[in-house]
């Protein structure tokens, strides 16, 4: 499968909800979707990593999946808000690269 920048996935989702009449969910149903995503994400891990092991009777679920609705949740926030997802990265890792510098101890490698 080809590799798609963040402008493309935008593109993508936004050309999916555009067909429907109702268009994208207001910012505060989209905020308790997303968290509702968060919490199948965690109860996966939990699953997955945790001491609590899935139920016979439940559904088999994945991360991968979890972490897609997560994703498609942010990119139709963003998109309904005019936010654009690149952008939005590139500042924030300017934040961490120059605020959180020295916070972590770095893997010295041969080349440094």
Same mark, same amino acid.
Do not use: N
């Given at each position: 499968m080809a590799e798609?920048?963040?402008? !493309?996935?935008?593109?993508e989702v936004d050309q999916y909800i555009s067909q /429907?009449? &109702?268009?994208?969910f207001s910012p505060l149903a989209?905020?308790?979707?997303?968290?509702? !995503?968060?919490?199948?994400?965690?109860r996966e891990v939990n699953h997955? /990593?945790? &001491?609590?092991?899935?139920?016979?009777?439940?559904e088999d679920n994945s991360i991968e999946l979890e972490l897609g609705d997560i994703l498609f949740i942010t990119i139709c926030f963003a998109n309904s808000l005019g936010i654009d997802l690149t952008e939005?990265?590139?500042?924030?890792?300017?934040?961490?690269?120059?605020?959180?510098a020295n916070r972590w101890t770095k893997i010295n490698t041969d080349n440094e």
């Open positions: 798609k920048t963040l402008q !493309e996935l935008q593109q /429907f009449k &109702e268009g994208y989209m905020l308790a979707r997303m968290s509702e !995503e968060v919490g199948e994400l965690a997955q /990593f945790g &001491e609590k092991p899935k139920k016979a009777s439940e939005a990265h590139d500042k924030i890792m300017h934040k961490f690269r120059t605020r959180d």
